[in-house]
């Protein structure tokens, strides 16, 4: 299973992105798909997750601003970020919980991280 995250980029206080997470490979279903972040010298973080069922849960920091949603049928997780302020800057990391046909049980895949860079 591999998880390509696309999107990150440089943007000016205020502006919009959008990421993309693709889960690709052997998978038979996936339970809450996630965006994390680690800003330099920081940990990583939660920024938002959201179940298969679509209930969503989102860091403090980023409601109202971000929204996350997912695609079932493409295995896709997105996260549409709004009104990014300079703190946003950060890698964003997307992470799943996969069940292949081979284990049957959750396991956690990582995004590979993009980089999102905003500008005051």
């Known amino acids: 299973v591999q998880l390509q995250a696309s999107g990150g980029g440089l943007v000016q206080a205020g502006g919009s992105l959008r990421l993309s997470c693709a889960a690709s490979?052997?998978?038979?279903?996936?339970?809450?798909m996630g965006w994390y972040r680690q800003a330099p010298g920081k940990q990583r973080d939660l920024v938002a997750d959201i179940t298969s069922s679509g209930s969503t849960n989102y860091a403090d920091s980023v409601k109202g601003r971000f929204t996350i949603s997912r695609d079932n049928a493409k295995n896709t997780v997105y996260l549409q970020m709004n009104s990014l302020k300079p703190e946003d800057t950060a890698v964003y990391y997307c992470k799943s919980e996969v069940i292949t046909p081979r284990r049957m049980v959750p396991y956690t895949y990582w995004g590979q991280g993009t980089q999102v860079t905003v500008s005051s």
């Open positions: 490979g052997s998978i038979f279903s996936i339970n809450a």
